[in-house]
Every structure is written in structure tokens, then in C-alpha cells.
């Protein structure tokens, strides 16, 4: 075969890029900041696996290793070769623990979610609301034991959105405060905020929403219309009606 045949003046070595030192640094550095992140999840979520994953790292001393080299390879061309394989046993080892306690470490962060959603809808929610958070909660239990992500992923979006339907009326009757005194007619602003407060604590979103257009009501006028556009925004639409 005539290619074989042929001569080459110069033979073919590849060359290896290696990483100026002070990058080294700073992965060195940023290694050892996730070590210590991952310390505080595994202990947090309690995981028998992540424990026994983080040992191996110390065990085996991965970043004290890691960083003698990286400081070996400081002045010393022929130390950074062996400085990235040390930085690159480390990642893999801290990619082994972040992978073992992945799920469980998601699930704290949903639970916690959930919690606070579940609080607001108990405290502001109606009953529709409140049914359908516990209908999340079961069918997020369910998904878990299945360890499936996205559908918890969608769960929680919707518990979310559930709960700022719930929030609404209360927000928006908040900040009307800061407008009480460019409203007409004081003693019915004043009736109409002791209506609301009474309203909030019996958690009677329907009479919250009925002192909230009243309100909007006696506001300038182009201030009417700017609150109608918030209202169209949270989903109830327009219009004012009397408390």
C-alpha cells in the first residue's frame, strides 16, 4: 500500500494543555467550598449513603492530596500535570456524594416549599383551596416513593399558583393602605378598612374582595383605572362592587 510506504520527516506528538496555576487555585478553592456545602446537605437530610461516600473522601485524604499538588505545581511546570489529576479525583469523588443525596436534598427543598404553601392556603385559603393542597400532597408522596422529578416538579408549580390565588385579595388590601389618604369619603375608607380586617381574620375572602373594589372605588379616578388592570391581573378582572 503506497501511503504506508511513505515517509514522514517529523513524527506526530500531541500536545497537552494544562491550566495556568492561579485557575488552579480557584478550583481548588471552589472544590473545597461544595466539600463543605455537601457536608452540610448530607448531615441535613440524614443520608447513610452521602455519610458513607463523604468518608471515602476523607479516607482517602482526596483534598489535602489535591492541594499540595496545586501548590506544588506554583514555579514547577512539571507538577501541574499531576496537580489536575489530583483537582480531577476530587470533583469525581465529589460528584459520587452530590449524586447520592441528590434526590433527597430536592425533596427537602419540595417539603419545605410545600409547608409554607400549605400554611398560607390553612390560614387564607377557601375550602376549594384547601382541598386541593392536601390532593398535592398526596399525589407529591406518590411521585416521591416513584422518585419522579418532574412530576413533583409540576406539583409544586401548581401548589404555587394555588397559593397566590389564596394571597390575592389580602395583598391587594394591603397595599391600598398606602392610598387610604387620597381616597374621597373618609368615613366610609375607615368603615370599610375595619370591614376588611374583621374579614382577613375570619379568612371570608369574599367580603375582602367586596371592601377591596369598594375601596378602589373611592380613588382618584385615574387610580381606579390603574387598580382595575392590577385586578385583571390576579385573575378577578375589573369593576368595583359595594362592601
Given at each position: 500500500i503506497p501511503l504506508l510506504e511513505e515517509v514522514f520527516e517529523e513524527v506526530f506528538r500531541p500536545v497537552v494543555t494544562l491550566k495556568p496555576v492561579e485557575k488552579m487555585d480557584e478550583d481548588f478553592k471552589a472544590q473545597g467550598k461544595r466539600l463543605e456545602k455537601l457536608r452540610e446537605q448530607v448531615n441535613s437530610v440524614d443520608s447513610r449513603e452521602g455519610r458513607e461516600a463523604l468518608e471515602r473522601v476523607d479516607d482517602q485524604g482526596l483534598l489535602a492530596t489535591a492541594g499540595r499538588q496545586v501548590a506544588a505545581a506554583h514555579g514547577n511546570d512539571d507538577s501541574r500535570g499531576e496537580a489536575e489529576k489530583r483537582l480531577l479525583d476530587l470533583k469525581r469523588a465529589l460528584d459520587d456524594v452530590e449524586r447520592r443525596i441528590e434526590f433527597q436534598v430536592f425533596m427537602k427543598e419540595t417539603n419545605e416549599a410545600l409547608n409554607e404553601i400549605t400554611e398560607r392556603i390553612e390560614q387564607y385559603g377557601d375550602q376549594k383551596e384547601k382541598i386541593a393542597i392536601l390532593e398535592i400532597q398526596r399525589s407529591i408522596r406518590s411521585a416521591a416513593a416513584k422518585r419522579n422529578r418532574d412530576t413533583i416538579e409540576r406539583l409544586l408549580l401548581e401548589a404555587k399558583?394555588?397559593?397566590?390565588?389564596?394571597?390575592?385579595?389580602?395583598?391587594?388590601?394591603?397595599?391600598?393602605?398606602?392610598?387610604?389618604?387620597?381616597?374621597?369619603?373618609?368615613?366610609?375608607?375607615?368603615?370599610?378598612?375595619?370591614?376588611?380586617?374583621?374579614?382577613?381574620?375570619?379568612?371570608?375572602?369574599?367580603?375582602?374582595?367586596?371592601?377591596?373594589?369598594?375601596?378602589?372605588?373611592?380613588?382618584?379616578?385615574d387610580e381606579i383605572r390603574a387598580s382595575a388592570g392590577v385586578l385583571a391581573v390576579s385573575g378577578y378582572g375589573g369593576g368595583t362592587k359595594n362592601a
Amino acid at each position: 500500500i503506497p501511503l504506508l510506504e511513505e515517509v514522514f520527516e517529523e513524527v506526530f506528538r500531541p500536545v497537552v494543555t494544562l491550566k495556568p496555576v492561579e485557575k488552579m487555585d480557584e478550583d481548588f478553592k471552589a472544590q473545597g467550598k461544595r466539600l463543605e456545602k455537601l457536608r452540610e446537605q448530607v448531615n441535613s437530610v440524614d443520608s447513610r449513603e452521602g455519610r458513607e461516600a463523604l468518608e471515602r473522601v476523607d479516607d482517602q485524604g482526596l483534598l489535602a492530596t489535591a492541594g499540595r499538588q496545586v501548590a506544588a505545581a506554583h514555579g514547577n511546570d512539571d507538577s501541574r500535570g499531576e496537580a489536575e489529576k489530583r483537582l480531577l479525583d476530587l470533583k469525581r469523588a465529589l460528584d459520587d456524594v452530590e449524586r447520592r443525596i441528590e434526590f433527597q436534598v430536592f425533596m427537602k427543598e419540595t417539603n419545605e416549599a410545600l409547608n409554607e404553601i400549605t400554611e398560607r392556603i390553612e390560614q387564607y385559603g377557601d375550602q376549594k383551596e384547601k382541598i386541593a393542597i392536601l390532593e398535592i400532597q398526596r399525589s407529591i408522596r406518590s411521585a416521591a416513593a416513584k422518585r419522579n422529578r418532574d412530576t413533583i416538579e409540576r406539583l409544586l408549580l401548581e401548589a404555587k399558583i394555588l397559593s397566590q390565588h389564596a394571597f390575592n385579595w389580602e395583598l391587594i388590601f394591603l397595599s391600598l393602605h398606602n392610598s387610604v389618604s387620597r381616597m374621597k369619603n373618609a368615613d366610609d375608607v375607615l368603615k370599610l378598612l375595619f370591614i376588611g380586617i374583621e374579614a382577613m381574620k375570619r379568612s371570608d375572602r369574599q367580603k375582602l374582595e367586596q371592601v377591596v373594589r369598594a375601596l378602589i372605588s373611592l380613588l382618584p379616578e385615574d387610580e381606579i383605572r390603574a387598580s382595575a388592570g392590577v385586578l385583571a391581573v390576579s385573575g378577578y378582572g375589573g369593576g368595583t362592587k359595594n362592601a
